[in-house]
């Protein structure tokens, strides 16, 4: 076994026993977004009911029904198509989120939105078709009148990363979930750094970091309930 087999086994194990964490990203969408290059052919829209089985079919363990449980829970799915061919998807939550890698809930603004379950066809990946469907999420969310955005993604999945990073999301802390089996107290550990807010809110003090624990809790304004998942 290599070590970042070990590694990855070790977090799993942890993550089911005692301990689990997330890194958290945020974007706030008045700030101009990027312009990505990407492969032709590609169709952006929402995923609908009639996506469910060709969802399924793409994203390892989800089942028709995932689709139509998140989109009455009221999530919007965004998905990428290649010559027809759903090659990516991924989703955007809304409100208290229920994030069960953490057992823990994330309480969003009404203007926040949480993007997660990003996933793109293993022949697909590498050229740009979950950067530029984040973008065209990103631009979605914008028009529909959301301010922040923020993502949780695995600190040891340096693949997940790229795509956030290229579209200009900031890591603003880890959320930490301890506790024995499915009960967990979850806390955000973090700095904001260098986001609007943040910036703002050091203007004239001179001396002082452009970070502070408010910033972090401005948007996540806590993970606040650790109940059994
Ligand atoms: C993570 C995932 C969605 C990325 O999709 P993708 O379409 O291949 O990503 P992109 O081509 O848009 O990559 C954007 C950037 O991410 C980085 N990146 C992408 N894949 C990477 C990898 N395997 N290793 C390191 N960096 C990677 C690169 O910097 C890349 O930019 P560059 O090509 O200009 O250097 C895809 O690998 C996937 O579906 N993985 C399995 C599910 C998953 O981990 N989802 C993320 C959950 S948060």
């Avoid at 139509?68 to 965004?78: C, I, K, N, V």
Wanted: glycine share 10%.
């Amino acid at each position: 076994m290599n070590a970042r087999r070990a590694r990855s086994l070790a977090v799993k194990a942890l993550a089911v026993t005692c301990c689990s964490r997330l890194a958290l990203l945020e974007r706030e969408l008045a700030e101009p977004l990027p312009d990505l290059d990407g492969p032709a052919e590609l169709v952006f829209g929402l995923l609908g009911p009639a996506d469910a089985e060709e969802y399924a079919a793409l994203v390892p363990g989800a089942s028709p029904e995932e689709v139509s449980d998140r989109l009455h829970a009221g999530e919007r799915g965004f998905a990428v198509r290649h010559r027809g061919r759903l090659v990516g998807v991924s989703w955007a939550a809304f409100g208290r989120v229920r994030v069960d890698y953490l057992r823990a809930t994330l309480a969003l603004q009404p203007d926040e939105a949480l993007v997660h379950g990003a996933f793109v066809a293993p022949d697909m990946r590498g050229q740009h078709v979950s950067s530029q469907g984040g973008l065209y999420r990103l631009r979605w969310l914008r028009d529909a009148g959301y301010r922040r955005v923020m993502a949780a993604i695995l600190p040891e999945n340096t693949a997940g990363f790229g795509p956030p990073e290229k579209l200009g999301y900031r890591r603003i802390g880890t959320a930490y979930a301890i506790g024995p089996g499915p009960v967990r107290v979850a806390r955000l550990v973090g700095r904001a750094r260098n986001s609007p807010a943040s910036r703002r809110r050091s203007q004239g003090r001179v001396g002082r970091p452009a970070v502070s624990r408010v910033d972090v809790r401005a948007g996540c304004d806590d993970f606040v309930d650790a109940v059994p998942g």
